[in-house]
């Protein structure tokens, strides 16, 4: 069974510096994708990052950065310079093949993160 | 684009009452899922659909029903609330092409 794990209920960060949400999954599967989400206190889940299994390189997205550790089963959401809109509820997710062509997310409970000024 | 919608926004319903959750949506998602979110838990799926007229079971499906009779429109059921219903749900679709899921903006269920 597929399992993620977010061990951070809650994170303080300064803003301007960077900050690592962590993330470790659990999978028998040799193919699956991790992903980030950003749920900000109004409530949406926004998409923010996605790595593939067999990505060789660490995926980017303008200040968030996954760094993906396959032999750790770990996949770090890295945000650099937070901001202060950066203070939102993070979700790790990890996704998989369910047979035919669907693919199926399992979430974390997600890390509350907040950015101080 | 208006993406991923849902309707209604807010709801309270009594006991034993019946409603149905519409997600509609205009990116050309094929498939189409349905999510509740309970405090201090993640996203848990209630069923989802690969494409118009199919509809399959996730991981917490009892007590809820869905309908694709449309590509562009994914409904969830409730035939009978219960108070362990209450909750934030969300649907969220995805093109085939890619594996990132996009969300509507959800619904809050208060079942009293």
């Known amino acids: 069974a597929q399992k993620i794990t977010q061990t951070q209920p809650g994170m303080f960060v300064q803003e301007k510096e960077a900050v690592t949400l962590d993330c470790t999954y659990d999978?028998?599967?040799?193919?699956?994708?991790l992903f980030w989400y950003k749920q900000p206190s109004s409530g949406e889940m926004i998409f923010l990052i996605y790595q593939g299994s067999y990505d060789q390189q660490n995926a980017t997205e303008g200040r968030y950065s996954l760094n993906f550790q396959k032999a750790r089963k770990s996949a770090n959401l890295v945000i650099s310079a937070s901001q202060l809109g950066d203070s939102a509820m993070y979700f790790c997710a990890m996704g998989f093949s369910s047979g035919g062509s669907n693919y199926k997310l399992t979430f974390g409970k997600g890390t509350l993160l907040t950015v101080n000024p | 684009n208006a993406g991923v919608t849902q309707t209604p926004k807010f709801r309270v319903l009594k006991t034993g009452q019946s409603m149905t959750l519409l997600c509609a949506q205009d990116?050309?998602?094929?498939?189409m899922y349905w999510y509740r979110q309970d405090p201090g838990m993640g996203l848990r799926l209630i069923h989802y659909s690969v494409g118009e007229g199919t509809t399959a079971k996730g991981e917490v499906p009892d007590g809820y029903n869905v309908s694709r009779l449309k590509k562009q429109n994914f409904l969830l059921g409730l035939e009978s609330a219960a108070p362990s219903q209450t909750s934030v749900y969300f649907c969220?679709?995805?093109?085939?092409?890619?594996?990132?899921?996009?969300f509507g903006p959800g619904t809050r269920l208060t079942v009293t």
């Open positions: 999978t028998s599967d040799p193919s699956y994708g």
């Open positions: 969220a679709g995805r093109r085939g092409v890619s594996y990132e899921q996009y």
């Open positions: 990116m050309n998602h094929e498939y």
